[in-house]
Nanobody, 128 residues
Framework: QVRLVESGGGLVQAGGSLRLSCAAS????????MGWFRQAPGKEREFVAA????????YYADSVKGRFTISKDNAKNTVYLQMNSLKPEDTAVYYC?????????????????????WGQGTQVTVSS
């Protein structure tokens, strides 16, 4: 099991930037996929970005491509989500997720049901 703690959320104006961090502890040496998901009030949790812990392959939702960047620091067991050009529709609680289950399909990276461990979430609010 992997313990995940998110930080970096807050209130920002449209067009601004935030960087979310997700510090992992526990069986991090075997973590295979880590991802960011978000959930706005009244909406389902949706995929934002994911990364292969070992090789660094990345995946993005179409709605954030070109604006968000997921990255990792293996030495710090931390995954980041750099969010630029933020829009009011990016307002949500952002969750970090991880799984040690091996998979290669895009589906396995982008589906919340494919992840085993979750952080508590961090609120991101973008004002217009």
């Amino acid at each position: 099991q992997v313990r995940l703690v998110e930080s970096g959320g807050g209130l920002v104006q449209a067009g601004g930037s935030l960087r979310l961090s997700c510090a992992a502890s526990g069986r991090t040496f075997s973590s295979y996929r880590m991802g960011w998901f978000r959930q706005a009030p009244g909406k389902e949790r949706e995929f934002v970005a994911a990364i292969n812990w070992r090789g660094g392959t990345t995946y993005y939702a179409d709605s954030v491509k070109g604006r968000f960047t997921i990255s990792k620091d293996n030495a710090k067991n931390t995954v980041y989500l750099q969010m630029n050009s933020l829009k009011p529709e990016d307002t949500a609680v952002y969750y970090c997720a991880a799984t040690t289950t091996y998979a290669k399909s895009t589906y396995a990276y982008t589906t919340h049901a494919a992840y085993d461990d979750w952080g508590q979430g961090t609120q991101v609010t973008v004002s217009s």
